[in-house]
């Protein structure tokens, strides 16, 4: 088969990585692709991934049987339903699917309607009301934004002045664009965080080994909110029990939901969660793979993942038998100083073949070639991931490979997986 994965990104390398191991894989395409996938795969660099109509005509001028979706922007922008209409196989869901990342209202409306645990909100287009109501429900209070934000239109306020000033930067100063134009406003849940990520073809959803995030751009969970900094499976807060819970209250109950408003959803789902006193809530859905959490889940996948991709387009998912290691991975962010606020770009980037001699796999995040040398061109700029029979151990490992890379004023945190040693 011809294949052909859409982004440019760490999670998009992981994809790539996986989808080059399938022996359905003939042609492997990605578009636009980062120096990392460019070792696998032919990059694409000079069509939009926003433009539909010119992926479309590059798709059929170079008989691409699979299309892989990885960011949430052309999932939204309706490509998965342009393909799939172009007579091209596509693993995304729908723009009408799509929103259930794509409006955070869409979301929260929708799990209300079907009672899917999640937090108390209330909905706001209006400045002045919002304030008015976090003044009188208090603090730690949550602001979304409720479009599109890149992962990081949600402000954990932990004083009623950092909430009413998030509300003025989402929505009066458009801190997010058009994304801010209206929010979302919920109490704080107190508990630990865990993704979820799962297969479906709109009938049958397979969830897959936890992970957990670390969104917070310092040690200790300190500081500004990113796209995230590091990510470890499985994650012991997930036990059998709460991950079961999840399935029977949450990800059948969602799919089910959409499916009474007349809406397939296939391809991946991403459940943030928070587990309170051993209950999972929504923290929020997205419509594809995590990112970090692709970079340590597929690592541990062991059965063809274009088998099931082609699944959860077809139907017929319940059929595949899904196999996963019982190892552990870890994956540390390194990323520019100052993000995730301004940074600079094009620092040369050195070491990666010394991390790589050390048994860690290397995905590229935002990495650009310049003068044959290869240099940082993002805020997260590599994932360091290493998998071993233990979380301890594996942690070691990545933190060993982490050790060996060198671009200036390189971040990252040095407590990822504290959660899971503490476990």
Not at 37 to 61: G, L, R, T, W, Y
Not at 138 to 145: E, R
Not at 163 to 184: T, W, Y
Request: proline residues 4%; negative net charge; aromatic residues 6%.
């Amino acid at each position: 088969m011809n294949i052909l994965v859409i982004g440019s990104g760490g999670r998009e390398h992981a994809l790539a990585w996986k989808i080059a191991q399938s022996p359905k894989c003939d042609k492997l395409y990605a578009m636009p692709g980062n120096p990392g996938i460019e070792e696998i795969a032919e990059c694409v660099k000079d069509v939009s991934i926003n433009d539909n109509a010119a992926v479309i005509d590059f798709a059929k001028n170079h008989s691409i049987d699979l299309v892989v979706i990885g960011p949430e922007a052309p999932l939204v922008n309706g490509l998965a339903d342009e393909l799939t209409a172009a007579g091209i196989k596509t693993f995304g869901p729908s723009k009408t699917a799509a929103q259930i990342e794509g409006s955070k209202i869409f979301a929260k409306n929708l799990m209300k309607k079907y009672g899917i645990p999640t937090a108390t909100y209330e909905v706001f287009d209006d400045v002045n009301r919002a304030c008015r109501y976090i003044k009188a429900a208090g603090a730690p209070i949550v602001v979304k934004a409720d479009g599109l934000a890149a992962g990081k239109g949600v402000i954990v306020a932990q004083t009623v002045d950092e909430a009413v000033n998030a509300v003025f930067e989402v929505m009066e100063q458009k801190s997010f664009g058009e994304a801010g134009s209206r929010v979302v406003i919920e109490e704080y849940m107190d508990g630990e965080e865990a993704s979820l990520l799962a297969f479906t073809d709109g009938t049958t959803i397979i969830p897959m080994i936890p992970s957990q995030d670390h969104k917070r751009v310092n040690d200790g969970d300190e500081g500004l909110n990113t796209g995230g900094m590091g990510a470890y499976a499985p994650a012991p807060v997930m036990t059998p029990e709460i991950i079961q819970k999840a399935e029977e209250k949450i990800l059948k109950p969602i799919l089910a939901a959409m499916s009474k408003e007349g809406i397939t959803y296939k391809g991946c789902l991403y459940a943030g969660l928070m587990i309170v006193n051993g209950e999972p809530k929504v923290v929020e859905f997205n419509a594809r793979f995590g990112d970090p959490e692709t970079q340590v889940v597929l690592p541990l996948l062991e059965s063809d993942l274009v088998e099931i991709m082609l699944a959860c387009i077809d139907g017929g998912l319940n059929k595949v038998k899904i196999n996963w290691s019982n190892d552990s991975t870890v994956c540390i962010v390194l990323a520019s100083g100052g993000y995730p606020l301004s940074y600079k770009k094009g620092l040369e980037i050195d070491g990666i073949n010394k991390a790589k001699a050390l048994d860690t796999l290397i995905f590229h995040a935002g990495t650009a070639k310049a003068d044959d040398k290869l240099v940082t061109s993002g805020g997260r700029v590599l994932g360091v991931v290493a998998r071993a029979g233990d979380i301890k151990t594996a942690l070691d490992k990545a933190y060993k490979g982490v050790e060996v890379i060198h671009f200036d004023n390189m971040h990252f945190r040095k407590d990822i997986a504290h959660r899971a040693l503490r476990h």
